[in-house]
């Protein structure tokens, strides 16, 4: 039996990193979230998150590249990206 592999999880949906982007929510769902660190600081020796875009993707293969962002906005810190991504996931996934 093949084992499922086990992604961290943010507010119970997916969080997947591949270096200084982050994809919020499952593939499988209408809508995922992009979240791109454009720029880091040093606090206390450690690296962290400066100003990252979030975007509101369609996960539609059939959409154009150009039309997959449906929202965009650049916060400062990743703890302010990640919760209005999960504000816009989630409105997202229950309009539908």
Request: glycine residues 6%; aromatic residues 8%.
């Amino acid at each position: 039996m093949a084992k499922k592999e086990m992604f961290p999880t943010y507010k119970g949906k997916p969080l997947v990193r591949s270096g200084d982007v982050l994809y919020y929510g499952s593939m499988e769902d209408r809508y995922v979230v992009r979240l791109q660190v454009k720029t880091k600081k040093t606090v206390n020796d450690l690296e962290v998150a400066d100003k990252v875009t979030v975007q509101l993707m369609c996960t539609d293969p059939d959409v154009s590249p150009r039309k997959q962002v449906i929202k965009s906005s650049e916060k400062t810190g990743l703890y302010l990206a990640m919760d209005i991504g999960a504000i816009w996931l989630n409105r997202a996934l229950t309009a539908e």
